[in-house]
T-cell receptor, first 113, second 114 residues
Framework: GNSVTQMEGPVTLSEEAFLTINCTYT??????LFWYVQYPGEGLQLLLK?????DKGSNKGFEATYRKETTSFHLEKGSVQVSDSAVYFCALSGSSNTGKLIFGQGTTLQVKP | ETGVTQSPTHLIKTRGQQVTLRCSSQSGHNTVSWYQQALGQGPQFIFQYYREEENGRGNFPPRFSGLQFPNYSSELNVNALELDDSALYLCASSLDAGQGNTIYFGEGSWLTVV
């Protein structure tokens, strides 16, 4: 079945450091890919998405490129801020009927001043 | 602010009891999905309602049931609560069912079963 694997956390960075959170997936067909962010005590917020191979999703300085050849959708940001501290979830939608999301286990990012 | 609202935000129930969680979808959205997020885990799909009909179900037992109303708001009901049901329950809405639709989540309802 479809699945998503994320790098284990926590990831601890200093402010203004470069961020990469790895995400790989297993899916049949052509899934859509998403990154969601969850701040402490809150629900999920959509960060960015890509719906076909080679698409790049971007938002708030974060980027991720849909790589079908490596089945990856790594999240990057050039310069992180303390306010980026949160849990990041990679997800895929491979069901044409429901569009249900399959999530990775989440990666906690801690940014220190 | 996603426009998806859930209630209650927190509740505590005793094992064996029943619980009802409520969700108002974003205006114009006809599809509502429910997810369970255990502590430290990613959300797991429970089921989806599309235009008042169940449109898909994850690997959850029948004691998890739901409803969608004509205004597209929704309820999640869980009977015979077990300790492992303690989790954050997230409601999500989208403009339509199907892959590629952007899914917006509410803040969630924290359920503790004691």
């Amino acid at each position: 079945g479809n699945s998503v694997t994320q790098m284990e956390g926590p990831v601890t960075l200093s402010e203004e450091a470069f961020l990469t959170i790895n995400c790989t997936y297993t899916a049949t067909g052509y899934p859509s890919l998403f990154w969601y962010v969850q701040y402490p005590g809150e629900g999920l917020q959509l960060l960015l998405k890509a719906t076909k191979a080679d698409d790049k999703g971007s938002n708030k300085g974060f980027e991720a490129t849909y790589r079908k050849e490596t089945t990856s959708f790594h999240l990057e940001k050039g310069s992180v801020q303390v306010s980026d501290s949160a849990v990041y979830f990679c997800a895929l939608s491979g069901s044409s009927n429901t569009g249900k999301l399959i999530f990775g286990q989440g990666t906690t990012l801690q940014v220190k001043p | 602010e996603t426009g998806v609202t859930q209630s209650p935000t927190h509740l505590i129930k005793t094992r064996g009891q029943q619980v009802t969680l409520r969700c108002s979808s974003q205006s114009g959205h006809n599809t509502v999905s429910w997810y369970q997020q255990a502590l430290g885990q990613g959300p797991q799909f429970i089921f989806q309602y599309y235009r008042e009909e169940e449109n898909g179900r994850g690997n959850f037992p029948p004691r998890f049931s739901g409803l969608q109303f004509p205004n597209y708001s929704s309820e999640l009901n869980v009977n015979a609560l077990e300790l492992d049901d303690s989790a954050l329950y997230l409601c999500a809405s989208s403009l339509d069912a199907g892959q590629g639709n952007t899914i917006y989540f509410g803040e969630g309802s924290w359920l503790t079963v004691v």
